[in-house]
């Protein structure tokens, strides 16, 4: 079989009728060896076109925008990874952001988590409601404070879980049959959990969506986003406005994520053991306030979190005693494997600052209100030796004193 649309179905449904386990998925998904010669690994189609034997008689590619073999495959193992049946992706995680939106009209109405990604705040209130369409911003870990915004004019429901930067955990079964009553889509920004971790399809989604950037694509090398839906009229849908508004990744970029998806139930198992380990050592240092980590047990969404994660990933955030800038500054600068940087979920740790990088476009008074403080620091906790990272951490609390 090559990278052609007529082989997508047939492997997708080989994957679910043999019923692969996660990591046999995560290395075969979608793939299979080069029609021509035979090569194992998905070929890099660097091309812009391709020649047709009569007009319109061609093998299911015209032009690279379009579709391009590399993305096909990169597409079909996405899908079979999030449970769905088609994928497609994007040049970045906010082409994807903004293809959901696209399929909104002026007068739509979206309820979103008030914690989320400053980036998809970003977009929803400079530059998508100015179209008409409005967003209403609340915490969902309340059911209720979602059904209370719901009107005619919903149509469409946001959710982080894990949310970004503050870790809150929202039930996805909850918010779907919200969704289904209102008949609005719901869309779970998956890119925490990865689906290694949670399926949002399966718990009744309508739209997953990921930054492939961060431990999908998992080493820091390339910027992609992606959607992976259920139904084929969603999927045209989609793929309409893929292809119209051309947000689409070249096929080096593509190849990488294929690449670093191949190894992510390992990266994910030492994400998860490193997380628990170091969550558990701040909570336990003298100098941490709190810790916002969902697996302690009483994380408010401690049991949410059990129930639709198999495990509560790498991802951590912390305050300081005395919630001083000054001292969550001072610490930022002091730790040398946790390298200062935005994103996250590469192999390597990560340390940040919410208030002034990744969440600095959503106004301070609407942080507050979703509980990030400025003193906040978040960590992206990687795959390196345990000990080796406490002991980073340990230095720059010293660097305090």
Same mark, same amino acid.
């Given at each position: 079989?090559?990278? /052609?649309? +007529? ?9 679910? !009728? ?8 995560? $290395? ?19 091309? #812009? ?12 590619? !015209? /032009?690279?925008?379009? =579709? ?6 990169? %597409? %079909? ?8 049946? =088609?994928?497609?992706?994007?040049? &970045? ?31 929803? &209130? ?11 911003? &609340? ?6 404070? @979602? ?21 809150? $955990? ?12 209102? *008949? ?85 198992? *030492? ?8 969550? =558990?050592?701040?909570? #336990? ?48 600068? =002091? &730790?040398?494997?946790? +390298?200062?940087?935005? +994103?996250?979920?590469? @192999? ?42 406490? !002991? ?8 305090? #004193?």
């Amino acid at each position: 079989m090559g990278w /052609y649309p +007529s082989d997508k179905n047939l492997i997708l449904t080989i994957l679910i !009728e043999i019923d692969m386990k996660f990591g046999t998925k995560a $290395i075969h998904a979608g793939v299979s060896p080069d029609p021509v010669t035979g090569a194992i690994m998905t070929p890099i189609y660097q091309t #812009s076109t391709y020649v047709q034997a009569a007009p319109g008689d061609h093998k299911g590619y !015209e /032009y690279s925008r379009t =579709h391009n073999p590399t993305r096909t495959a990169l %597409q %079909q193992a996405l899908a079979a990874l999030e449970n769905g049946k =088609h994928g497609l992706c994007f040049s &970045t995680g906010m082409g994807a952001v903004d293809a959901v939106i696209k399929l909104l009209n002026p007068g739509d109405e979206v309820i979103s988590t008030n914690d989320l990604y400053g980036g998809t705040y970003r977009i929803f &209130t400079k530059v998508f409601e100015k179209y008409g369409i409005k967003f209403h911003f &609340t915490g969902m870990q309340d059911p209720k404070a @979602v059904e209370n915004l719901v009107t005619s004019k919903t149509k469409l429901i946001w959710v982080e879980t894990p949310t970004n930067p503050t870790l809150n $955990i929202i039930d996805i079964e909850a918010m779907a049959s919200i969704a289904k009553k209102a *008949q609005a889509l719901l869309v779970v920004d998956n890119t925490f959990a990865t689906p290694y971790l949670q399926n949002p399809l399966d718990l009744g989604a309508d739209i997953v969506l990921h930054s492939l950037t961060k431990y999908m694509g998992g080493h820091s090398d390339v910027v992609m986003g992606a959607l992976v839906v259920k139904t084929d009229a969603l999927h045209e849908q989609l793929a309409f406005i893929q292809n119209s508004c051309g947000a689409t990744p070249g096929p080096m970029d593509c190849f990488l994520v294929l690449r670093g998806i191949k190894t992510l139930h390992i990266r994910m198992r *030492q994400h998860c053991e490193n997380g628990k380990q170091i969550a =558990h050592w701040l909570k #336990s240092h003298p100098k941490v306030d709190k810790v916002l980590y969902p697996g302690f047990e009483e994380h408010p969404g401690h049991l949410v979190a059990k129930k639709q994660m198999r495990d509560f990933g790498g991802m951590i955030s912390f305050t300081l005693k005395g919630d001083k800038i000054e001292d969550a500054v001072k610490f930022l600068s =002091h &730790t040398h494997l946790f +390298s200062l940087a935005e +994103s996250l979920g590469g @192999v390597e740790s990560l340390i940040g600052h919410p208030a002034s990088m990744t969440h600095a476009s959503i106004p301070k008074a609407e942080r507050e209100k979703a509980g990030l403080k400025d003193s906040l620091i978040r960590l992206s906790v990687g795959i390196e030796d345990a000990e080796d990272l406490i !002991e980073d951490l340990s230095a720059a609390f010293t660097a305090l #004193s």
